[in-house]
């Protein structure tokens, strides 16, 4: 069992900067390729972006390409999604998740575990 918990979301205006941390405690975190997951209201959740367990890989969707970067520390069981430029459409809530595999997906049905979900608000 692994358990996620999201922190770091927030009220920010637009072209801020937010770095979201994702603690996982539980089973070996370097075994699990993660993944950050949005939804927006209303909408069904969808995939932001994801990295593989050594960290090398990483896939990130069109929309937030050149603005959101994800990361890991395997020392501290965590992984980050740092985002920049901020624009109202990345309002959401924003979910951690670990694959039971160390290969990035952006699949949601790929992954094991939640976390409980972080919100963003993008807004002047």
């Known amino acids: 069992q692994v358990q996620l918990v999201e922190s770091g979301g927030g009220l920010v205006q637009p072209g801020d900067s937010l770095r979201l941390s994702c603690a996982a405690s539980?089973?070996?975190?370097?075994?699990?390729?993660m993944g950050w997951f949005r939804q927006h209201p209303g909408k069904e959740r969808e995939f932001v972006a994801t990295?593989?367990?050594?960290?090398?890989?990483?896939y990130s969707t069109d929309s937030v390409k050149g603005r959101f970067t994800i990361s890991r520390d395997n020392a501290k069981n965590t992984v980050y999604l740092q985002m920049s430029s901020l624009k109202p459409e990345d309002t959401a809530v924003y979910y951690c998740?670990?694959?039971?595999?160390?290969?990035?997906?952006?699949?949601?049905?790929?992954?094991?575990?939640w976390g409980q979900g972080t919100q963003v608000t993008v807004s002047s």
């Open positions: 990295i593989g367990s050594s960290g090398v890989w990483t």
């Open positions: 998740a670990a694959k039971n595999s160390g290969w990035p997906s952006q699949n949601q049905r790929d992954y094991d575990y």
């Open positions: 539980g089973r070996t975190f370097s075994n699990y390729a």
